[in-house]
C-alpha cells in the first residue's frame, strides 16, 4: 500500500511539472521573447520598465525581450519600488510588487506605544478570570485603561497625515502641577497567619478523674482574595514638576472595607485534621497607605508619558485580638473555669515602593493615568512572630492638570 501512495503521488509530480513546461512554452508566442510577471498588492498609479511606461494586462502579463531590466512602480502616499529583473527566453520571469506605506518615525513610534497600550491592558484583563476578585475588580479596571487607552489613539491618529504619516500636532503642554483620582485594586495579596495551641487539665467527675485534651488552631486572614470589596481602594494625591524629566508624587490610597478573617478550630485529637472550623469571624476596618513617589520619565512621545517611581509609604495600624474558649464537648460541665486563649495580632504597610505609570493627555487640563504599583512590605504580626509578604497593586487615574 505504501509503494503504491508513493507512485502515485511521483507521477502526480511529473505530470504537473510536465503540464508547466507546456504552460511556459505556449504561453510564449514569440519564440525569442519571454514575460514578466507581476504580483502586486495594489494597482500602481504608474510602471515603467527601463525607461518605457507600460500597462497591465488583466493577467499581470507583459511580454518582452530577453534581457535584464530595472522595473519601477509608484503608487501615491506609498514608497517607491525599483527592482531588476532577469527576462529569459520562452521564460515567465515573476516579479513581486508589494507597496508599503509611507511612513515616519514618528508614526513608529505611535505604532510602538498603541502595541504597549494592547499589553498592559491585556495583562490585567488576561490575568483577571485566574483571580478569585479578578472578574470584579481587575476586569473593569483593565476595560476602563483600554477604553481611555483608546480615546488617547483615536485623537493621536488623527493628528498624522493620511497620506505621508506626518506629526501635525504638537505635544500637548505640561502643566507644573497636578491633582488626581482614581481606583485600585491589590492582585492576589492575601496575608494570613496560622497558629496552634494545645490545652491539657485533669477534671473531677463523679465517678473518676477525666484529662481533657483539647487542641486548637486559629488561623488569621487578611483581605482574603474572595472578598473582592476588601481588594478594592481608592487613590488621590498631588504631582508636582521638579525638573526636565523628574516628578514628585504624595497619595492616599484607602482601602475602606478590608477585611480580616478568623477562623477558629477545635479537635480532641492532635493528629486531627482541622477541617470543619468552630467559628469564621469577618471584621471590617480602613487601611490607609500614605507615600510619597519621586518619578523618572522614561519615555515622553505624543503626548504620552512613561515613567518609572521609587518612593515610600506608611500605613496606619490595624489591631485586633482572636480569642477562643476551650470547651469540651462532653465535660465541659465538670470544668468550672474554661480558660480563654487570645493573640493579639496586627497589620500594616511600610517601606520602599516601586511602580510604572502610562500617562496619556486628552488635553492641556485632562489626562489619564495606569500604573502598576509594588509595595515590598505588608507586615502581619502575631504575637512576637512577623508575617511579610510583598503588595502589588493596579488602577487607573484620571489627572487634571493646572
Known sequence: MYIFRSLIVFFIIVFFDITIEKLNAQDVINPESGKIYFGINKEPDSLFIDSSKVSLSTKNIVEISPGFYKVKAYLSCYQNIEQIVEVKNRRVSPVRLKFKHLTTNEYNIFKRIRVQNYLTSGILIG????????????????????TGQFIWQSKQSSYFNHCNREYTNPNLKSSQNNLFFGINSRIGSEIGFENRDSYVKTVITPSTPVRIERYLKQVIIIAPNDDPLSSAGFTFGFQRKLKQNFHFTIY??????????????????INADFDNPRKITDLKNSLFIFGADINYKLADHQNFILYFSLGGMISNTITAKIEQEVIHLSLHYFDENPPLVFHDYSYSVSGVS????????????????????LYFNQIMHFDIVNNKKPLATAGVNFIYNF
Open 354 to 373: 516601586a511602580s510604572i505609570k502610562s500617562k496619556y493627555a486628552f488635553t492641556d487640563r485632562i489626562s489619564f493615568n495606569m500604573f502598576f504599583k
Open 252 to 269: 492616599t490610597n484607602i482601602y475602606p472595607c478590608l477585611i480580616i478573617r478568623e477562623i477558629i478550630y477545635d479537635e480532641n485529637n
Open 127 to 146: 490575568i483577571s478570570p485566574f483571580q478569585k476578585n479578578g472578574i470584579v475588580l481587575l476586569l473593569p479596571i483593565g476595560l476602563i485603561g483600554l
